[in-house]
């Protein structure tokens, strides 16, 4: 048993098998990217098909952002201790198991606490996805292939509404958790066969060593910085798929397939932005790109504004800012982790984990607080914006910019 969780069935030669990890990275971390947003349209569905408040339906991506933060402390530090594949393959296996059982869910509680499951052992899977990254590539390979992985998380919040959307259309919100459950069988299958485990140095199983190793990460002043710019990405990418269901559905009086549709745009907007940095990642140095998107994303949050002043709220008023605002992430989010990975090559898996945790903390604490008010107006939602853009800018030109590469 313990050779099967450790070795491959089919061993591949070093090239294919590399060539092999360029798609099982990505794969592993899109399953992250729509861990969260698969569901968003069917919310206005959950609160109604259990009778409960609009917040405590919203609450059940607080819920998996907050067992996701949990995951990172326990699986960061097991992935650098007992390798990459055997808990990576448990966590798939898990996520199977509750992503069936979830449309059996009897309450709302029910369902909170298969959603904190799913998103504790999600946390693995962005996680791992970056450790077989480190461990498997260098230098500007190594660039590529974090592009790619990002592009690939990208791409969850932007196709994942969009067949969420279909899902809660022609059946109802369980198919959503179905859904996961058939790709979470769909990933298990390859990373058995084919993925090796790539951890050369175990760290010892030491809790003095596990700490010490956390210290050195969360004293580290540019990497702090990095995941709270980082944070604020992730908080800017999860207030569509959190108000936006209701501001679509409720406030405008459009069909969960319309929200699925404009998330679909704004998902895109993000991986256009991916894969525009994907072309210049070679020729502008890694400073610029960022200097770009965080101008981008400036620029877009004003117009923003400007439209929330000026036209009244429609679905154009509201999409076409946001598109901005995702392409512009596109540049900011793949350079910023980046850069924090390679802060830590001897323990990737622990400062993954310490990223991931902020993260998700930072983003819960985010979504939770827009739980509590009802959006109605394009003001409302500039006002978001605006508050999370003035930290991102803060955070960078005084903590971060010096560490960014310029070569």
């Given at each position: 048993?313990?050779?099967?969780?450790?070795?491959p069935?089919?061993?591949?030669?070093?090239?294919?098998?590399?060539?092999?990890?360029?798609?099982?990275?990505p794969?592993?971390?899109?399953?992250?990217?729509?861990?969260?947003?698969?569901?968003?349209?069917?919310?206005?569905?959950i609160?109604?098909?259990?009778a409960?408040?609009?917040?405590?339906?919203?609450n059940t991506?607080?819920?998996?952002?907050?067992?996701?933060a949990?995951?990172?402390?326990?699986?960061?530090?097991?992935?650098?201790?007992?390798?990459?594949?055997?808990?990576i393959?448990?966590?798939?296996?898990?996520?199977?198991l509750?992503?069936?059982?979830?449309?059996?869910?009897?309450?709302i509680?029910?369902?909170?606490?298969?959603?904190?499951?799913q998103?504790?052992?999600?946390?693995t899977?962005?996680?791992?996805?970056r450790?077989?990254?480190?461990?498997?590539?260098?230098?500007r390979r190594?660039?590529?292939?974090?592009?790619?992985?990002?592009?690939?998380?990208?791409?969850?919040?932007?196709?994942?509404?969009?067949?969420g959307?279909?899902l809660?259309?022609?059946?109802?919100?369980?198919?959503?958790?179905?859904?996961?459950?058939?790709?979470?069988?769909?990933?298990?299958i390859?990373?058995?066969?084919?993925?090796?485990?790539?951890?050369?140095?175990p760290?010892?199983?030491?809790?003095?060593?596990?700490l010490?190793q956390?210290?050195?990460?969360?004293?580290?002043?540019?990497?702090?910085?990095?995941?709270?710019i980082?944070?604020g990405?992730?908080?800017?990418q999860m207030?569509?798929?959190?108000?936006?269901?209701?501001l679509v559905?409720?406030t405008?009086g459009?069909?969960?397939?319309?929200?699925?549709n404009?998330?679909?745009v704004v998902?895109v907007?993000?991986?256009?932005?991916?894969?525009?940095?994907?072309?210049?990642?070679h020729k502008?140095?890694q400073?610029?790109?960022?200097?770009?998107?965080?101008?981008?994303?400036?620029?877009?949050?004003?117009?923003?504004?400007?439209f929330a002043?000026?036209?009244?709220?429609?679905?154009?008023?509201v999409?076409?800012?946001?598109?901005?605002?995702?392409?512009?992430?596109?540049?900011?989010?793949?350079n910023?982790?980046?850069?924090?990975?390679?802060?830590?090559?001897?323990?990737?898996?622990t400062?993954?984990?310490?990223q991931?945790?902020a993260?998700?903390?930072?983003?819960?604490?985010?979504?939770f607080?827009?739980?509590c008010?009802?959006?109605?107006?394009?003001?409302?939602?500039s006002?978001?914006y605006?508050?999370?853009?003035?930290?991102?800018?803060?955070?960078?030109?005084?903590?971060?910019?010096?560490?960014?590469?310029?070569?």
């Open positions: 048993m313990n050779k099967f969780l450790n070795e069935l089919l061993r591949l030669p070093n090239e294919a098998y590399l060539t092999s990890m360029v798609l099982m990275a794969l592993l971390n899109f399953l992250a990217g729509i861990s969260i947003d698969l569901y968003a349209p069917s919310l206005p569905a609160a109604h098909y259990y409960v408040s609009e917040s405590m339906a919203k991506i607080t819920i998996t952002m907050l067992g996701f949990f995951g990172c402390t326990l699986f960061g530090t097991l992935i650098d201790v007992l390798g990459r594949r055997k808990i393959l448990a966590a798939l296996l898990v996520f199977i509750v992503s069936a059982l979830a449309p059996f869910s009897e309450n509680y029910q369902l909170m606490i298969i959603r904190f499951i998103g504790m052992v999600m946390s899977a962005s996680i791992g996805s450790a077989l990254v480190v461990d498997n590539f260098t230098d190594f660039s590529v292939v974090v592009l790619y992985t990002s592009m690939a998380y990208a791409m969850g919040p932007a196709i994942a509404p969009f067949i959307g279909l809660q259309y022609y059946f109802n919100w369980k198919a959503n958790f179905i859904a996961y459950a058939i790709f979470g069988v769909i990933l298990i390859p990373f058995f066969v084919f993925v090796r485990e790539t951890l050369k140095n760290h010892p199983a030491s809790l003095r060593y596990a010490l956390y210290q050195k990460i969360l004293t580290h002043r540019h990497f702090m910085a990095g995941v709270l980082l944070s990405v992730l908080i800017e207030i569509y798929p959190t108000l936006g269901p209701f559905e409720k405008l459009f069909t969960p397939m319309v929200y699925g404009t998330a679909f998902g907007s993000y991986l256009c932005g991916t894969l525009v940095n994907r072309i210049f990642i502008i140095t400073r610029h790109l960022l200097y770009f998107g965080l101008c981008a994303l400036s620029f877009a949050t004003l117009l923003q504004l400007c002043l000026v036209f009244l709220l429609n679905l154009f008023t999409v076409f800012p946001l598109t901005l605002v995702g392409f512009s992430l596109g540049f900011i989010f793949p910023v982790l980046g850069a924090c990975l390679k802060f830590f090559p001897d323990c990737v898996g400062a993954s984990a310490v991931a945790f993260l998700m903390v930072i983003g819960a604490l985010g979504v607080i827009m739980s008010f009802s959006i109605h107006s394009l003001l409302q939602l006002v978001i605006i508050l999370v853009v003035s930290l991102q800018l803060g955070v960078f030109f005084f903590g971060f910019r010096t560490a960014v590469s310029v070569e």
